[in-house]
């Protein structure tokens, strides 16, 4: 019924730039509110980190690892959030995923959850 689609992972230098985007749906006939957004990351053999949240009032929290290089930003209209990288780093390298607080309303009633975007890969190497 909802989810989040993520689109822009990819290889890229270090130093590069990469930008990643986020988008929830819901089916039709009913309205998709999401709240606090994030970005997740998960390397190899490493447990899953919190790299960047939103508010749906545009109020951020970073990650100490990417403070200064990395700019989440949200269209609440679209129910996207984004995260442009800059300045990467082989350590950066790992899995991103787009995580939302969400509230359904349907005919039915209204629904609250957590969701989870299927994960895209950055990999930051020469």
């Known amino acids: 019924q909802v989810q989040l689609a993520e689109s822009g992972g990819g290889l890229v230098q270090p130093g590069g730039s990469l930008r990643l985007s986020c988008e929830g749906s819901?089916?039709?006939?009913?309205?998709?509110?999401?709240?606090?957004m994030a970005w997740y990351r998960q390397s190899s053999g490493k447990e899953r980190e919190l790299v960047a949240d939103?508010?749906?009032?545009?109020?951020?929290n970073y990650g100490a690892a990417v403070k200064g290089r990395f700019t989440i930003s949200r269209d609440n209209a679209k129910n996207a959030a984004y995260l442009q990288m800059n300045s990467l780093r082989p350590e950066d390298t790992a899995v991103y995923y787009c995580?939302?607080?969400?509230?359904?309303?349907?005919?039915?009633?209204?629904?609250?959850?957590?969701?989870w975007g299927q994960g895209a890969q950055v990999t930051v190497s020469s």
């Open positions: 819901a089916v039709f006939g009913s309205t998709l509110r999401l709240n606090t």
């Open positions: 995580n939302a607080d969400y509230l359904l309303f349907a005919d039915s009633g209204t629904v609250a959850g957590r969701l």
């Open positions: 939103i508010t749906s009032e545009g109020n951020t």
